[in-house]
């Protein structure tokens, strides 16, 4: 005989599930504003900007922004593949296993 299904229980792992992914997502995309250099911006200025970018049918200016976009991550993951090697080859990692930031003397 079979054991009757915990609909509450699965539907409870299904819900935190999504809220691990949706705060991962948040967080990935707060890493991006981040990244990209745009939380220089005021978050006025950051959502209007994103409210034109939804608003965008021209599939032109969409693929242009998407070929920029690639581009980016390409240079950047060439970039800290760089670094990396370059880490390994001549900065031991610190006790604490992070690195000191460029320019910094490594006093804390």
């Known amino acids: 005989m079979r054991k009757p299904r915990d609909y509450d229980a699965e539907l409870k792992g299904l819900e935190a599930k ?5 705060t991962r997502k948040v967080q990935q995309l ?21 409210i034109v970018l939804a608003e ?10 998407a070929k920029r976009g690639a581009a980016f991550f390409q240079r950047r993951s060439r ?4 670094t990396a ?3 390994a080859e001549s900065t031991p990692a610190q006790p604490s296993g992070t690195q000191p930031a460029p320019g910094d003397k490594g006093t804390a």
């Open 56 to 65: 965008t049918t021209d599939p032109g200016k969409r693929e242009a922004w």
């Open 79 to 82: 970039r800290s593949q760089k």
């Open 85 to 87: 090697d370059r880490n």
């Open 18 to 22: 999504a809220k691990e992914l949706k």
């Open 30 to 50: 707060g890493e991006l504003v981040i990244t990209t250099g745009a939380d220089a911006f005021s978050a006025d200025e950051l959502a209007g900007a994103l």
